[in-house]
Nanobody, 120 residues
């Protein structure tokens, strides 16, 4: 079993910055990729950014150039640096990890979510 603990959400004015963190803990796992998703009220959850174990990154078009995803493999932690925030970035942000357990089973885990609110 793997647990994901997120932190760093909050309220910020448009144009401001926030940094989200997500730490994975547990035993017997290796991380294949990590990502951030977001879900605004009345909308579907959407991919924001993801990063593979080889540090290959992928971003949603709406955040490209403003958000940066990174990983600290030694700490099993990922980060999302969000700059030039816009009101439309307001959403619950969810950490995701795709892992291999005990070198045999692949599984997908989610964090509990952290709220990001951008005021205009």
């Amino acid at each position: 079993q793997v647990q994901l603990a997120e932190s760093g959400g909050g309220l910020v004015q448009a144009g401001g910055s926030l940094r989200l963190s997500c730490a994975a803990s547990g035993s017997g796992f290796s991380i294949n990729s990590m990502g951030w998703y977001r879900q605004a009220p009345g909308k579907q959850r959407e991919l924001v950014a993801e990063i593979t174990s080889g540090d290959i990154t992928n971003y949603a078009g709406s955040v490209k150039g403003r958000f940066t995803i990174s990983r600290d493999n030694a700490r099993n932690t990922e980060y999302l640096q969000m700059n030039s925030l816009k009101p439309e970035d307001t959403a619950g942000y969810y950490c995701n990890a795709r892992v291999t357990l005990w070198n045999t089973v692949r599984n997908n885990y989610w964090g509990q979510g952290t709220q990001v609110t951008v005021s205009s």
